[in-house]
């Protein structure tokens, strides 16, 4: 009989098991400072903003107001920015993109006239967008022109729409979408 072939003399519940090969072992991460890392994240995560209200310029401001006072009693942090889809589109395009990593959830997007911010930044992200077509001095139908614009989009990038200068509803679809 061979060494090799030999049984082990040692009940097998108190054999140790033989170190796998393979490239050296990592060093444990320090728990303690693994802690301190994760309360250091939640506190930044504590002030994220989960709704953007964007809007295509401050002539829109009046009515988006409305989404942002709806989310504020609902205690819903979010940020509000002015962008045009049209004056700004990298702005816009680089607002989007980054929109998820940011820890937001939900963007909500006004506009009038030819309203293409709801669907650039839908086209950006993949974030839920809710369009708020507004009217505007220089609206055709009522704002008619920017219900179509925003809910016309092609088929694979959805947008969703609230009536026409309704932010308020907007904000209570956002706040339907995070369950809160
Ligand atoms: N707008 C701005 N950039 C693109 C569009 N569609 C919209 C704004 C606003 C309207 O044009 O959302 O409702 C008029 O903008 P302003 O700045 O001339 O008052």
């Known amino acids: 009989m061979t060494p090799e072939s030999e049984p082990s003399l040692q009940p097998e519940a108190e054999r140790v098991p033989e170190p796998a090969e393979g490239p050296t072992a990592v ?11 994760a309360v250091e994240i939640n506190e930044l995560a504590a002030d994220e903003p989960h709704v953007a209200i964007l809007m295509g310029s401050k002539s829109d401001l009046p009515a988006m107001e ?12 979010s940020e509000t920015r002015v ?8 702005t816009v395009a680089d607002y989007a993109k980054n929109a998820r990593m940011r820890g937001i959830k939900v963007i909500i997007a006004g506009a009038g006239l030819s309203a293409a911010l709801p ?11 809710i369009g708020v077509p507004l009217t505007s001095r220089t609206s055709v139908a009522g704002g008619l022109d920017a219900l179509l614009s925003i809910t016309q989009m092609p088929p694979g990038v959805p947008v969703g729409c609230v009536g026409v200068d309704n932010a308020r509803n907007a904000a209570v679809l956002a706040a339907r979408i995070l369950s809160i």
């Not at 060093?27 to 890392?37: I, M, Y």
């Not at 669907?119 to 967008?129: I, K, N, S, Y």
């Open 27 to 37: 060093p444990e991460p320090d728990a303690e400072a693994l802690a301190e890392t």
């Open 66 to 77: 409305k989404a942002e006072a709806e989310l504020a009693t609902r205690g819903i942090r």
């Open 83 to 90: 962008m045009s889809a049209h004056r700004e589109p990298d």
């Open 119 to 129: 669907g650039v930044v839908a086209a950006h992200t993949d974030l839920p967008v």
